[in-house]
């Protein structure tokens, strides 16, 4: 079992920036792949980014060029930093693991942390 807990989220203005942080309760190094979903009110949870253990990544076309995914095995920490945010960015954002290369279908999943983008 692998407890993911977010932090980082909040109120910020169009354009701001914010820095998600999941922390892992054991060790991600043998874990394949990690990523940040969010969940807009009344939309579909969506995946927003992925990294590999290999350091692969890929992004939701919406954020491309301003989000970035990390992780750091070291810490058991995936971060997820967040530039030139905008409103439609609003959303609970998840972490997730998955023991397989796809994220598509995760074993486990963080609680979520609101972030909220003001216009």
């Known amino acids: 079992q692998v407890r993911l807990v977010e932090s980082g989220g909040g109120l910020v203005q169009a354009g701001g920036s914010l820095r998600l942080s999941c922390a892992a309760s054991?060790?991600?190094?043998?874990?394949?792949?990690m990523g940040w979903y969010r969940q807009a009110p009344g939309k579909q949870r969506e995946l927003v980014a992925a990294v590999t253990r290999g350091g692969s990544t890929n992004y939701a076309d919406s954020v491309k060029g301003r989000f970035t995914i990390s992780r750091d095995n070291d810490k058991n920490t995936v971060y997820l930093q967040m530039n030139s945010l905008k409103p439609e960015d609003t959303g609970v954002y998840y972490c997730a693991a998955d023991r397989t290369a796809s994220i598509r279908l995760p074993d486990y999943w963080g609680q979520g942390t609101q972030v909220t983008v003001s216009s």
């Open positions: 054991r060790s991600i190094f043998r874990i394949e792949s």
